[in-house]
C-alpha cells in the first residue's frame, strides 16, 4: 500500500499536523522538524494527496474551461480542443486538473454560483464571454475569473485581435483585384464578432468596396448556406471572406457545387488556420489564431493571480495560400 502521511509524521518522530504543515508548505514547523519529514517522505516514496491538500486550504485542485453557448453542442468546436489542451499544460505545473462546463448563454447564472460553491475551483477561463454572463458571476468567484473574449472591469481579456486579421484580409483581397468582397460573420449574440463587421465596414469604405454581410455560425452548414444566399443575391461577387476556417471551407464547397472556379471566378478566405485549411483543395487562404497563447494566458492569470492589463489583444497575419 501507498504509505500516507500517518507514516511520513510517524518515521519522522513529528505529530500528523507538523507534517502536512511541512509538505504543504504552509504554517510554522522548525528547520530540523522539517528536514527530518522530508528525509522521511523521500524514503517512504510518499506522494502527497493534492485534492486533499486543495480542499484544506482552499486553494482549489482544478481550473474550470466554460463555454457559452446557446446548446452544449459549441462544445463540439475544435477551438474547444485547443484551449482544453493549453490550459492542461499551463495547469500541470501548478498541480491543476482541467474541466469544462457548457455555459448556457441564456441563463448562465446556475452553473456560475455551483462553481462558485464548489471548493474544488481553483479558478474559471470564461470563452464567448456576453454581458450576462459578467450580469451572473457571482462574488465569490471575484479575482479568480479570466475572459477569452470581451472582458469587463473586474475580469480580464484575453483574445485575438480579429479586426485587425480583417482589416489585413480586405487589404490583401483588395490588392490582389477583388473588387466586389462578401464576409460570412459569427453569431451576433457574441461580442467578440462585432469587431470584425466594423473592421470589415471600415476597409470597405477605405478602399471603395460594397458592404455585402452574411450571418453564419461558425459553421461549415451555415458557410455553404451563406455562400448560397451571396451568389443567389449578389453574382457579381468575386471573393468570399468567412470569419471561421469552417464556415469558408463550406463556403468552398458550395462554390464546386455551383461549377465555380476557386480562385478564378471567386477567392475565398477564413479565420483561424485549422490544420485542415492547408489540406484543402485548393488550400485556404486564411488569417492565425493563436489560441493556445490566449488560453496560456488566461490560464496564467488565473492561477497565479498576477495584475495584468485589462485587455491582452494577440496579432494576428494572413496566411496566403491558393484559394486568395
Given amino acids: 500500500m501507498a504509505p500516507t502521511l500517518d507514516d511520513v509524521a510517524r518515521a519522522a518522530g513529528v505529530s500528523r499536523s507538523t507534517a502536512s504543515r511541512v509538505l504543504a508548505g504552509y504554517g510554522f514547523a522548525s528547520p530540523a ?7 522521511a517522505a523521500d524514503r517512504l516514496g510518499y506522494a502527497p494527496d493534492q485534492v486533499a491538500r486543495a480542499l484544506k486550504t482552499g486553494a482549489g485542485y482544478r481550473l474550470v474551461v466554460a463555454i457559452a453557448g446557446a446548446t452544449p453542442a459549441v462544445l463540439d468546436d475544435p477551438y474547444v480542443d485547443r484551449v482544453l489542451r493549453s490550459a492542461a499544460e499551463t495547469g500541470a505545473p501548478y498541480d491543476v486538473g482541467v474541466s469544462l462546463v457548457w455555459l448556457p448563454v441564456d441563463d448562465p447564472g446556475p452553473v456560475l454560483r455551483r462553481l462558485a460553491e464548489d471548493r474544488g ?3 474559471l477561463i470564461v470563452a464567448n464571454t456576453t454581458d450576462a454572463v459578467f450580469a451572473a458571476m ?14 469587463s472591469r473586474d475580469v480580464p481579456s484575453f483574445d485575438v485581435d480579429n479586426g485587425g486579421a480583417t482589416t489585413a484580409m480586405i487589404h490583401h483581397m483588395y490588392t490582389t483585384g477583388r473588387r466586389r468582397v ?20 471600415a476597409a470597405a469604405a477605405e478602399v471603395g468596396l460594397p ?6 455560425d461558425f459553421t461549415a452548414a451555415s458557410g455553404r448556406a451563406a455562400a448560397e444566399r451571396i451568389l443567389d443575391r449578389w453574382p457579381d461577387t ?7 476556417d469552417a464556415m469558408a471551407l463550406g463556403a468552398l ?50 492561477l497565479t493571480g498576477a495584475r495584468v492589463p485589462p485587455v491582452t489583444a494577440y496579432p ?7 484559394t486568395a
Fill in 121 to 123: 475551483v481553483r479558478g
Fill in 33 to 39: 522538524a522539517r528536514d527530518r519529514v522530508r528525509v
Fill in 138 to 151: 457571482p462574488p465569490a468567484l471575484a479575482g479568480r475569473v479570466a475572459s477569452i473574449g470581451v472582458g
Fill in 182 to 201: 462578401a464576409m460570412v460573420t459569427g453569431p451576433r449574440w457574441m461580442p467578440c464578432t462585432q469587431r470584425p463587421i466594423d473592421a470589415y465596414r
Fill in 238 to 244: 468575386d471573393a468570399v471572406f468567412a470569419t471561421s
Fill in 253 to 302: 464547397a458550395a462554390l464546386r457545387t455551383r461549377g465555380l472556379d476557386v480562385p478564378g471566378d471567386m477567392a475565398v478566405a477564413g479565420f483561424d488556420d485549422i490544420p485542415f485549411a492547408a489540406l484543402s483543395l485548393p488550400s485556404l487562404t486564411t488569417a492565425t489564431h493563436p489560441v493556445e497563447h490566449i488560453a496560456a494566458g488566461a490560464a496564467s492569470a488565473v
Fill in 316 to 322: 494576428s497575419h494572413v496566411v496566403t495560400r491558393e
Fill in 211 to 216: 458592404v455585402r454581410l452574411v450571418p453564419g
